[in-house]
Each structure stands twice: as C-alpha cells, then as structure tokens.
C-alpha cells in the first residue's frame, strides 16, 4: 500500500502542470487514478505492481520521467509495464497508433491490462466530456481505433473486457458499422 500511496504522489506531481484536453481543462491526475479505479474495482484486479503501473502509466510519455528514474523508485517490473504501454513520442501520431495495434497482443499481462483501463477510461471521458472541437467523426474514428487496440487484447481478462465493451456499445451510433 506505501508503494501505491508513493505512486499517487509522484504522478500527481509529475501531472501537476497538465490538463485533460475537455471543455473543463480537468486535472490530469484524475485519469491515471481512473485507470487504478478500473482495475481493481471493476475488474478486481490486486496485483499492486499493475494498479502502480496504471497510476505512472503516462508519465515517461507525458512527463520529464524517465524510464531509469521509475526503475529505481518503483523497481524493474513496474518500470517494464509503464515502458511497454509508453508511446514513442519521436514518430508521428498515425504512426504510433499504428505501433500500438500492431504491439498490443505481444505486450506483458501486466501492460495488457494498463492497456485496457486506459482504452476503457479513455472512451468514458470522451463520452462524458468530449475534447474541445473533437467531432461527432472524431469520436467515432477514436473509438474503432481503441476498440482494435483492445481487439488485440482479447482473451486478457475478461471482465475488462466486457467493461470495455459494454463503454464502446455506448459510443457507437446505432447502425454504425466498425471496420
């Protein structure tokens, strides 16, 4: 549990300057303790390594973190799931959700599951409070793009999986085909 605490504090202070792109410029923390959230009471998920590693999921990539400042604070496994969830902020953004579909299914169980949160908690604040000016075909675009992403996780864990589905059910226009 002091690891847990630990993680909090240092992401809250890693995030402390950034806002979610929503109309209300919410505080970034929230999504990676959403993502904890996910995990642990909805797919009852208690491996603490994972629920840490949700908590620091973003920082290397959002952040002055590196992956050897995580590594000595929180330990190797944890540094090895937030690295493998850490997109490559040098390429381009087609380019790295590509890299994400392509990786998903090669990728820890530990990272598997930070993957799957996040998907999840991404569609949920993108139901609840959209990014400013994101389109009605935006939405949908980032939707069937998570949904492959999660695609390539399948057979995980279950009930985050249906957790994911039943947020993505929600988001999809009736009649909407997805590709």
């Known amino acids: 549990m002091n690891q847990l605490i630990h993680a909090v504090a240092f992401a809250a202070d890693k995030h402390r300057k950034q806002r979610r792109k929503d109309a209300d410029a919410s505080p970034y923390i929230n999504h990676p303790i959403a993502l904890a959230h996910v995990l642990a009471n909805e797919g009852g998920v208690e491996d603490e390594r994972v629920l840490i590693a949700a908590i620091l999921h973003d ?3 959002d952040t002055d973190t590196s992956r050897d400042e995580l590594v ?6 944890i540094g090895r799931i937030v690295d493998e969830v850490t997109d490559d902020k040098s390429l381009s953004k087609a380019e790295r959700k590509r890299l994400q579909v392509e990786h998903a299914a090669h ?6 599951l930070v993957k799957l949160a996040d998907k ?14 994101w389109s009605d075909e935006r939405k949908r675009e980032y939707f069937d793009w998570a949904k ?6 399948r057979g995980t864990h279950r009930e985050l999986e249906a957790v994911f589905d039943e ?3 929600k988001g999809i226009p009736s009649g909407h085909v997805v590709a």
């Open 59 to 61: 920082t290397i990539e």
């Open 72 to 77: 000595r604070r929180f330990g190797a496994e």
């Open 120 to 133: 999840t908690c991404n569609l949920r604040d993108i139901l609840a409070a959209p990014p400013s000016g």
């Open 167 to 169: 947020v993505y059910r």
């Open 148 to 153: 492959r992403v999660v695609d390539e996780l």
């Open 107 to 112: 990728i820890s169980h530990g990272a598997k």
